[in-house]
């Protein structure tokens, strides 16, 4: 284990209450040599496949060893289980609802355990707030030292739930694509999920979206007027769509799901 273990948090329960300051305190006070990251907490409320994205997305960006707390639990005290999966590089906690579809489907698993001890998790436990009582304290013990095999039951990893993930598609040997808007961030981008590996830019691409002209690819913002909407690949490696010095998401009225296509001139 690091000797200053470093564990990301990522939610959607915003800034405005005490929910993440009360995560953070139940992490110190039993792991105060945690390095705690906020990966964000502004996962639109109750977007599992949001979450599921940019954390797939945003995971190797961090050291082996790294613990991660994803929390988008619209069924927080139903029976879904609260979850722990280990790979050959982090180990993630997370509800059992498809927030980790993409570690499922991606990454090596070495171990998957259901959290189910009560001697890792906080005494009193709320029926709405298991990111303070049940992932925190969790998260905190295996950064102590505890193997995830000691919070509860090993299981089959297939027997995760996981989500059908936002795709791009093409009918025409790849001369168009088909995808959607996922995500938009916090400066109105619209981030969608046509992925750039897809595309092959020996080609010139026009992309498309409702109320929106065919636009080109571009490098950067720098390449349009000021309030001009462009085109670009987004440092996730997905094409997104923006104004310069804009908001796209307001001037088009667009958000999540809103259909985008992109095709070859």
């Not at 000797?3 to 329960?13: A, G, N, R, S, Y």
């Not at 060893?65 to 906690?93: E, M, N, Q």
């Not at 046509?194 to 913002?221: A, H, M, N, Q």
Request: glycine share 8%.
């Amino acid at each position: 284990m690091q000797h200053h273990p470093v564990i990301v948090l990522m939610t959607d329960f915003g800034l405005a209450d005490t929910f993440i300051g009360q995560m953070k305190g139940v992490i110190v006070s039993l792991a105060p040599s945690a390095q705690i990251i906020d990966l964000t907490h502004a996962i639109s409320p109750q977007n599992i496949v949001q979450g599921a994205f940019l954390l797939g997305k945003s995971r190797h960006f961090f050291p082996d060893g790294t613990i991660f707390i994803a929390i988008v639990d619209p069924g927080v005290g139903t029976s879904r289980k609260a979850i722990a999966i280990k790979t050959d590089r982090y180990t993630f906690l997370a509800p059992d609802n498809g927030l980790l579809t993409k570690i499922l489907q991606s990454d090596n698993i070495r171990h998957c355990v259901q959290i189910t001890k009560e001697h890792y998790m906080l005494r009193t436990q709320s029926s709405t707030f298991h990111g303070r009582d049940v992932f925190s304290p969790a998260a905190a013990h295996l950064a102590s030292g505890v193997s995830p095999l000691e919070l509860g039951n090993e299981m089959d990893p297939s027997k995760c739930t996981t989500i059908l993930l936002p795709d791009c598609t093409t009918s025409d040997n790849g001369r168009s694509w088909n995808g959607q808007i996922i995500s938009v961030d916090h400066f109105g981008n619209l981030v969608t999920s046509i992925d750039s590996e897809s595309i092959d830019f020996s080609r010139e691409w026009l992309v498309e979206t409702k109320g929106c002209p065919p636009l080109p690819i571009s490098i950067t913002y720098g390449e349009v007027a000021d309030q001009q909407l462009l085109a670009y690949v987004g440092s996730s490696g997905m094409i997104e769509i923006a104004v310069r010095n804009g908001h796209a998401a307001k001037l088009l009225g667009l958000g999540d799901g809103a259909p985008v296509w992109i095709s070859a001139v």
